[in-house]
């Protein structure tokens, strides 16, 4: 059972470039989030999914899109990469909407942006 | 074992003794509260949860204690091990909010040998 797998799990790129990060999971869960997190901040909510084609805003997403086509994977775009957006983002999931389940999340995407 | 909040980044502990890792929230209208455990490298892993019609919940070694009149949420670890030495951070879901958890910012749990 893979569960959610993200990829890559490291990516060193420059500014002003496209960087997708990518989340795939196996549980069908319903709802699929993005994170980033940073020394001082803990987990900020970047963008997040209930369902394919309904994607939501977070508390930080400018500079990001996102996209769910697919139940199974929710790819996350920086489409022009700043270093501000230098940080390690984990993807997770819940089961049921609107249900108290705990988010099962990945290992994180470690981003550099020179 | 040593308490100590949230706010202060590191707790060392002898092995074999208990841990006490608190939290604060500030929403009364949060409904569940989560603890996870991150290790170095690694995504945050589920350890426990407790709903707020309760006030206590125990899993394999790890107690959580909610109090919901000072909204304080605690874990307690007994007999820790190296194994457990991981950041360790709260999130509670407010009610109506559609799913959406709001995380601590961490406590850094180191245990000595």
């Known amino acids: 059972d893979a569960g959610i797998t993200q990829s890559p799990r490291y990516k060193i790129t420059e500014t002003g470039r496209q960087v997708t990060l990518m989340c795939h999971q196996t549980w069908s869960h319903s709802y699929m989030f993005w994170y980033r997190q940073d020394l001082g901040h803990g987990l900020r909510l970047i963008y997040y999914s209930a369902a394919a084609d309904i994607t939501d805003k977070g508390e930080v997403p400018d500079g990001y899109v996102v996209s769910r086509s697919k139940t199974e994977n929710f790819p996350l775009t920086l489409e022009s990469a700043t270093r501000s957006q230098t940080s390690v983002y984990f993807c997770a999931t819940q089961g049921r909407p609107n249900s108290n389940q705990p988010q099962h999340f990945g290992d994180g995407t470690r981003l550099s942006i020179l | 074992g040593e308490s100590v909040g949230l706010h202060l980044p590191t707790l060392s502990v002898q092995e074999g003794d208990n841990s006490i890792i608190n939290c604060a929230y500030s929403?009364?209208?949060?409904?569940?509260f989560i603890w996870y455990k991150q290790e170095s490298g690694k995504g945050p892993q589920f350890i426990i949860d407790?709903?707020?019609?309760?006030d206590k919940r125990q899993g394999q070694r790890v107690t959580v204690l909610l109090n919901k009149t000072v909204k304080h949420l605690s874990l307690q670890i007994a007999a820790t091990q190296p194994g457990d030495s991981a950041v360790y951070f709260c999130?509670?879901?407010?009610?109506?909010?559609?799913?959406?958890?709001?995380f601590g910012k961490g406590i850094t749990l180191s245990v000595r040998p």
């Open positions: 999130a509670e879901k407010r009610t109506g909010a559609n799913s959406k958890l709001t």
């Open positions: 929403n009364s209208a949060s409904d569940y």
């Open positions: 407790i709903r707020s019609n309760m």
